[in-house]
């Protein structure tokens, strides 16, 4: 049995499950008051858009020119990453706004893909989708080349919970009208969709939220993998992933999108630009 020391208090590690509450809740009692770590500032939602871009780039996101990202705005125009510019060098000033009712640029300087219908289309028949992803991330689009969903074997991959779904079909190239409807139909209601022979698309209501979600699909599909390979996975219970996800969907995880905020800043502020 290991005890844990402080200058106050002492605790000791759980033996049981039952003990596990009270054990972490000791830990956070001695944390009171104090922050999770440095602030950091304020961003505008343009900003926001063009952080999580270099976040996800960093974590796979980064098929050269493929992928958009769609946050609505509360006057029900949307800003969208620009077509011709990588994730890792896309900038506030970059963003574009458009109007996806009437398919037009309202704002930006450069261009947006066609292949936003597939967010339009979300938005338009979901409430709830106010951040939608779509790009071909390393290891997701291994499953989606296979037809398959990654099994859940570790705990990160639980964060996006249960509501995974695979669209298997795949018309060619930038989505159509018709791939969009079909594959919005597909989502359902669910966080994320792996789309046969293509990439991934992930949708939520909240910044963290979108940021987690992305970030577990792709843990996902890069721990079954290698777990696969190695051997025989146990996988995780219904019941573990489905608490996982509504612990995230409500509390997320506090300090992680923060914590990858000043990751960002440390390495290239110019996103703030
Ligand atoms: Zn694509």
Known sequence: MTAVQ???????????????????NAWYRQAEGRPLGPPIPG??????????ARILFREGYDDMLAGHISYKQPDGTFLVTPYGLTWDEVTASDIMRVDFETETVLDGKW?????????????AVRD??????HNHPKWATVWAAVHRLPGVFEQ?????????VLYDEYLGGAATQLDSEAAIAALGDAAAAILANHGVFVVARGLPQVYMRCVSLETRARVAW???????????????VSFAGLTMDRAG????FEAMVRRELRHNPSFLD
């Open 226 to 240: 290698a777990a696969l390979a190695v051997g025989e996975p146990v996988p995780l219970s219904d019941q573990v």
């Open 156 to 164: 990160t991959s639980a964060l996006i919970g249960p509501d995974v």
């Open 253 to 256: 995880w506090p300090g992680a």
């Open 6 to 24: 402080t200058d106050s208090t002492e605790t000791t590690a759980p033996e049981t499950k039952a003990d596990m509450g009270a054990y972490q």
């Open 128 to 133: 709830d989708v106010v951040w939608a992803v």
């Open 111 to 123: 261009t947006v893909t066609p292949a936003i219908a597939l967010h339009a289309r979300a938005h």
């Open 43 to 52: 961003l505008s939602p343009e900003q926001e858009i063009a952080v999580l």
